[in-house]
């Protein structure tokens, strides 16, 4: 199989002194250089980041909104194969609650610990999704950020621990609506025993007596 080149297309000229990369986006907040760093085997560097979120992170019914701010806390450390990235990145969450529809808003640390491959050679690990590569001096985070957030998002985020969800009839939101909310008509066998209770206070005037 032959070198595909020359099929990226650059505007502008790179000046002298900027990071090479072939494609990245250099102005990406997930884009790290690491020219600073080397490649002696055992440094690192620490560095931390206030980094404009990248859009469409995220399903359903949660996402770290574009643009929002996210801390990014991390290491570089060279080894012998690339650059080994640990850390976190703490991000705010948006969403709706699965049950009731009520705006949640939360914020997420998730860990990091990636390493990054020097660029492999012509046609090595080109087909390789799994792996990640250096673009140059240039590590992009974005994608393991990505993975990392989708990761660990709940999959059903509630306004509260037990929100009661939304009324069957005429979709009220129960927590707000309170348990006596109902109606008329059957009333649900559990709804129906918690009626018969007596609710008015009797242990206190015995115990005051
Ligand atoms: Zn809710
Ligand atoms: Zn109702």
Same mark, same amino acid.
């Given at each position: 199989?032959?070198?595909?080149?020359?099929?990226?297309?650059?505007?502008?000229?790179?000046?002298?002194?900027?990071?090479?990369?072939?494609?990245?986006?250099?102005?990406?907040?997930?884009?790290?250089?690491?020219?600073?760093?080397?490649?002696?085997?055992?440094?690192?560097?620490?560095?931390?980041?206030?980094?404009?979120?990248?859009?469409?992170?995220?399903?359903?019914?949660?996402?770290?909104?574009?643009?929002?701010?996210?801390?990014?806390?991390?290491?570089?450390?060279?080894?012998?194969?690339?650059?080994?990235?640990?850390?976190?990145?703490?991000?705010?969450?948006?969403?709706?609650?699965?049950?009731?529809?009520?705006?949640?808003?939360?914020?997420?640390?998730?860990?990091?610990?990636? $390493?990054?491959?020097?660029? *492999? %050679?012509? !046609?090595? @690990?080109? /087909?390789? =999704?799994?792996?990640?590569?250096?673009?140059?001096? &240039?590590?992009?985070?974005?994608?393991?950020?990505?993975?990392?957030?989708?990761?660990?998002?709940?999959?059903?985020?509630?306004?509260?621990?037990?929100?009661?969800?939304?009324?069957?009839?005429?979709?009220?939101? $129960?927590?707000?609506?309170? *348990? %006596?909310? !109902?109606? @008329?008509? /059957?009333? =649900?066998?559990?709804?129906?025993?918690?009626?018969? &209770?007596?609710?008015?206070?009797?242990?206190?005037?015995?115990?005051?007596?």
């Amino acid at each position: 199989m032959s070198n595909i080149k020359g099929k990226s297309v650059v505007n502008g000229a790179v000046g002298s002194g900027a990071p090479t990369s072939r494609n990245k986006d250099l102005n990406s907040d997930f884009v790290f250089d690491m020219r600073a760093l080397g490649r002696q085997p055992g440094t690192f560097r620490d560095e931390t980041r206030t980094a404009r979120a990248p859009a469409g992170v995220g399903s359903g019914l949660v996402l770290v909104l574009a643009d929002a701010d996210v801390t990014l806390d991390l290491r570089f450390e060279a080894v012998s194969e690339g650059v080994l990235v640990t850390g976190s990145a703490v991000a705010p969450l948006t969403g709706e609650c699965a049950r009731c529809l009520e705006p949640v808003s939360s914020t997420m640390e998730v860990s990091l610990q990636e $390493l990054y491959l020097y660029q *492999p %050679g012509p !046609g090595e @690990g080109e /087909d390789d =999704d799994e792996e990640r590569f250096l673009d140059g001096d &240039l590590l992009d985070l974005e994608p393991a950020f990505r993975d990392a957030v989708v990761l660990a998002m709940p999959l059903s985020p509630l306004c509260q621990e037990d929100c009661p969800g939304l009324c069957p009839e005429c979709g009220a939101r $129960l927590a707000e609506a309170g *348990p %006596g909310h !109902g109606h @008329g008509g /059957d009333v =649900d066998p559990r709804w129906a025993a918690l009626r018969r &209770l007596d609710v008015s206070d009797r242990s206190n005037d015995r115990q005051e007596s």
